[in-house]
């Protein structure tokens, strides 16, 4: 013979939990914009409002968008290591040293081609046909 009642089943094993069930609660208008405020100031950070008020996170970036002037929906923050204008002054300025440098140079071949011309007018030589100079 089987005795069926015997085996307990998975149910009556576990033991009952009491479900926390949250009230719905409304927030007046007053109330999301003064805790907007103290957000936005730094006196919170969303996750320790959240907890603090049991409210989700979610909800909490929603009252921002909506009441904070400075904070929308859709707003993106481009975050970069060197701002453009201080990229570009650099770049500039590398420039500037670029055309200092090729100036010095373009004056030492002029002063040697000068040298060169100076010499062959005193010995009466070419001395660019008869050398082979490297300038």
Same mark, same amino acid.
């Given at each position: 013979?089987? #005795? @069926?009642?015997?085996?307990?089943?998975?149910? =009556?094993?576990?033991?009952?939990? #009491?479900?926390?069930?949250?009230?719905?609660?409304?927030?007046?208008?007053?109330?999301?914009?003064?805790?907007?405020?103290?957000?936005?100031?730094?006196?919170?950070?969303?996750?320790?409002?959240?907890?603090?008020?049991?409210?989700?996170?979610?909800?909490?970036?929603?009252?921002?968008?909506?009441?904070?002037?400075?904070? *929308?929906?859709?707003?993106?923050?481009?975050?970069?290591?060197?701002? +453009?204008?201080?990229?570009?002054?650099?770049?500039?300025?590398?420039?500037?040293?670029?055309?200092?440098? @090729?100036?010095?140079?373009?004056?030492?071949? =002029?002063?040697?081609?000068?040298?060169? +011309? @100076?010499?062959?007018?005193?010995? =009466?030589?070419?001395?660019?046909? #008869?050398? *082979?100079?490297?300038?």
């Amino acid at each position: 013979k089987i #005795n @069926l009642f015997m085996s307990k089943s998975k149910s =009556d094993s576990k033991k009952s939990t #009491n479900l926390k069930i949250r009230q719905r609660r409304i927030f007046s208008e007053s109330f999301k914009r003064e805790k907007v405020q103290e957000l936005t100031a730094g006196l919170y950070t969303v996750h320790s409002f959240s907890k603090l008020w049991e409210v989700a996170p979610y909800t909490v970036y929603r009252w921002i968008y909506k009441y904070s002037p400075q904070y *929308k929906k859709g707003t993106v923050m481009v975050v970069q290591q060197e701002s +453009e204008a201080q990229k570009t002054a650099e770049l500039l300025a590398q420039v500037a040293e670029l055309e200092r440098r @090729l100036g010095q140079k373009q004056m030492q071949l =002029d002063y040697l081609e000068k040298l060169v +011309e @100076l010499a062959s007018k005193e010995y =009466d030589l070419d001395i660019k046909k #008869n050398f *082979k100079v490297k300038l």
